[in-house]
């Protein structure tokens, strides 16, 4: 069964400091991987996508990686923010054939001053 | 990127009555849009997917007599929550995208409360 499970739950951080969320997917073959930020009451933001042969894409203080042989990724972000507080979730497509979205759990982040 | 839209962003109904709720592509032909539910701290759970033109398709355990979608035109799809419960309140997030296999963009949400 194709899942995609992500860790921690929840994550609380002070202001400027660093954090790395990760994400295990059993979906194989998947076309791509992608990252989303959704604020609370908010529609999901893309942050990153990533093919199966990219081990790394940023995006300002985002930065994804996957190492598609243990089927890992992870969202590490840098100095953060405020308005990082959100839910943060893995999203795998399938390889074609499907167009389907297979979506994490979600990370809650909430960034403390 | 792609713009999509949805509207209202939050809608509060009575028991018994239909409610509707629009999803537009602004800067794009949407040829497929996607129909999201997301309860509160769980994952967007697929509920339908609308091609333009064409009935939806639903996922297992959605009643497509309770949730009517129409894709009339690339722009635009709705989602009608008929004969609304306390249960259906939920957040409904569509997505469009320009092709089926292509990214898709996702709304902002709809916020339904049933009352």
């Known amino acids: 069964k194709n899942q995609v499970e992500q860790s921690p739950q929840s994550l609380i951080i002070l202001e400027g400091k660093n954090c790395t969320l990760q994400?295990?997917?059993?979906?194989?073959?998947?076309?791509?991987l992608r990252w989303y930020k959704q604020d609370t009451g908010r529609g999901p933001v893309s942050l990153t996508i990533?093919?199966?042969?990219?081990n790394t894409k940023s995006n300002g203080r985002y930065t994804a990686t996957l190492d598609a042989d243990t089927k890992q990724s992870s969202l590490h972000i840098t100095a953060s923010q405020l308005s990082d507080s959100a839910s943060y979730i893995c999203?795998?497509?399938?390889?074609?054939?499907?167009?389907?979205?297979?979506f994490g759990t979600g990370t809650r982040l909430k960034v403390l001053a | 990127g792609a713009v999509v839209s949805q509207h209202p962003s939050r809608v509060i109904c009575k028991s018994g009555t239909s409610v509707k709720i629009e999803c537009r592509s602004l800067?794009?032909?949407?040829?497929?849009m996607f129909w999201y539910r997301q309860f509160p701290k769980q994952s967007l759970m697929l509920m339908a997917t609308?091609?333009?033109?064409?009935?939806?398709?639903?996922e297992q355990g959605v009643e497509k007599d309770k949730f009517l979608i129409n894709h009339a035109s690339l722009t635009l799809s709705t989602l009608t929550v008929t004969s609304a419960h306390p249960e259906d309140s939920s957040f409904y997030i569509c997505?469009?995208?320009?092709?089926?296999?292509?990214?898709?963009?996702f709304g902002q949400g709809t916020r339904l409360t049933v009352v």
């Open positions: 999203v795998v497509s399938p390889l074609s054939g499907t167009y389907k979205y297979i």
């Open positions: 994400c295990n997917y059993t979906v194989s073959p998947f076309s791509n």
């Open positions: 609308s091609n333009e033109g064409s009935k939806a398709t639903y």
């Open positions: 800067d794009f032909q949407a040829t497929t």
């Open positions: 990533m093919t199966f042969s990219e």
């Open positions: 997505s469009a995208s320009r092709e089926r296999t292509t990214e898709a963009f």
